[in-house]
């Protein structure tokens, strides 16, 4: 008996059926060497080849780098640039490429939105070892709604839409094409915390009111100057604030009805303890099950509990109001007949002309005149923006196309990411930054997340 050979499937169902029947060893050995061919191919079709369309310039292209703030200039061929470009998504998975495809996609990370007319871009890692840049250029008119559904978060260190293993394999997905580039950052480049009992304790004040610790050293120094300047007037200021509150609300607590805490106690935890301060002053509070207006005490006796009320009368706003009752009375008699004459004066008069001019403004027939002559104006106005903003959008996109084909061509890829270069084309907002990140990136080492 002959087998032939063949790579489809339909062929590999009719060698393993033969290999049955027949029991054939050269069956047996042409369908182990064709399945483990198709792996082969199915491996080739899941290797990783950088996207034609973009060039990544990242630190010059090494993959040990020098600095943890890392400048990434991005280059796109004509074929991409005819697409419309208008922005790129830049997501740092802090992982390696392997992992990511043993994991197929992934929602951490952090991910960077950038005009691709900005040209440059500076990330600041956070976490030393293998990190996998995945950037995606979107094109078209729904661009930058694309873009965004990539920065959405569901939490503080996930996002919604994931990053796909299979993006790096088609690298188009219709409405952004997709590249990548892998390298790994030393755990030196990134800041270390003080390790001395000085070194801690100027540590601990200084972040004290901060819930998270500095991302580089660069906030670390603007928090010590706070701290060490401004800090202590805040905290007097805040002090000072806390025992008014606590003097003046215990005063209206109890004027209301209620008994109010402690006010040596409260005042005390301002200086000691800031979890122990006491912002809502009533003894009783409202999560308390037995919470009454009037409560003063409550004693457990023999199982049961004895309840202690502040008087009816002996309630401060009761007090007064009773006796403002009996004052006020008088005073309402002598008053109301003086009342009734200015109602009539100063309200009644008035409102009886603008009765009538409104029922004269408001007639039917001057209502659908002038509202007529409304919408005209508005059919007029909404045709002539819209052919202008349809100019303004066609000159602005060829006025892009053209920028992208002159300074970020394919042709012009450069050995290294050249500042000096990139500023001089770029907007008055994005050379401010350049030239702050680029400074940053020599002073400013990121701490280790």
Known sequence: MSCTYSETLGDLKLLNHYARLHNSEICDIMYSSLTIKKKVVNMKKEQLVSNKNIRLVVNGG?????????PVEWHLSDELI???????????????????KENRETVIGNRYFCKVTDLVKYL?????????????????????????????????????????????VDQDKGYAEVTFFEFEIPE???????????GKF?????????????????????????????????????????????????????FLGY??????????????????FQWDLRYY???????????????????KCEKTYIPLFFVPWISLLTIGCFVGIGYIFISSFFTVVSLALYVALPSLASYFFLRWYFNDKKVTKREEKKREKKREKAK??????????????????KFLKEYASLNLVPQKVDIKRVIPVVNTATKFTLRFWNMKAKVCKPFAR
């Open 124 to 168: 600041q890692l956070f976490r030393s070892g293998k990190h996998s840049l995945v950037v995606l250029v979107f094109y078209g008119d729904d661009a930058e709604i694309e873009a965004k559904f990539y920065l959405e978060k569901d939490s503080k260190s996930r996002y919604d839409k994931s990053v796909w293993f299979s993006d790096l």
């Open 259 to 276: 008994r109010p805490v402690s006010l040596w106690k409260n005042i005390i935890s301002t200086f000691t303890d800031d979890d122990q």
């Open 62 to 70: 090494s993959t040990v780098l020098e600095s943890a703030t890392v």
């Open 188 to 198: 030196e480049l990134f800041a270390q915390k003080p390790e001395s009992k000085f």
């Open 82 to 100: 005819a697409k419309k470009p208008k922005c790129l998504v830049i997501c740092d998975l802090e992982m390696s490429l392997d992992l990511l």
């Open 384 to 401: 002539k923006t819209q052919e202008e903003e349809i100019q303004f959008e066609k000159e602005a996109q060829e006025r892009m196309t």
């Open 202 to 254: 100027v540590w601990n004040w200084v972040n004290g009111w901060f819930s998270s610790k500095p991302i580089d050293e660069c906030e670390y120094r603007k928090r010590k100057i706070l701290a060490f300047t401004l800090k202590p007037i805040f905290w007097s200021f805040i002090a000072a604030i806390q025992i008014l509150w606590t003097i003046i609300g215990c005063s209206i607590v109890l």
């Open 285 to 303: 509070q409202d999560w308390d099950p037995d919470y009454y207006w009037r409560l003063w005490k409550k004693e457990w006796s023999n199982g």
